[in-house]
């Protein structure tokens, strides 16, 4: 009778909402104070700024849950997600190198449309600028200036460090168990 009740709670969906809602803010809380491997320098000066796993808060916004019976699944749909968890290396698939914006104005430029480097490059063109490759980089000058801007800087592979943010530290998981005892024992 007692485990027929217990079941039973475990399939209320409020109760589900409320552990899901949880788990999603510790996961979160996690993304946001983890001790995580630092940026790269070129990274953290284009984000001008150095906290990994925090840029633009799609990651941190894209962390959900959805009840499945009597479980609940955290997750996320984010694209880069399982590399940042995870980590490895990133290798052109199209290209012979991966094009690095060199500053934060160039990732401006580039932020919330689909311009890849080439295209936004050609852009630059058709407005009047002149590009180069030097080395591993790729400058551009406006009409009429005489300083070179560094556009791109060109790499074969980038190697992303682990930074398993789905995995709750200790703490966050007995707060998690605790809410879920209070849930089924109070019922």
Known sequence: MIVDELEGRL????ILD???????????????????????GLTAAV???N????DR???LSSITYRAEGSK????????????LHNGGTVRPVKSKALAIPAGPWVRTMMRGTD???????DQL???GWSIWRQGNVILGRKQRSKEPLPLFILRTTVTVPARPFMRLPPESVRQLSDVLNRELLEG
């Open 11 to 14: 399939k209320n969906p409020a």
């Open 18 to 40: 409320r552990i899901g809602g949880i788990a999603v803010s510790l996961v979160q809380k996690n993304i946001e104070q983890g001790s995580w491997a630092p940026n790269a």
């Open 47 to 49: 984000k001008q700024g």
């Open 51 to 54: 906290k990994p796993l925090r």
């Open 57 to 59: 808060g799609q990651l």
């Open 72 to 83: 609940v699944v955290v997750g996320t749909n984010h694209p880069a997600a399982e590399l």
């Open 115 to 121: 311009l890849s480097p080439r295209i936004l490059l």
């Open 125 to 127: 063109r058709g407005s």
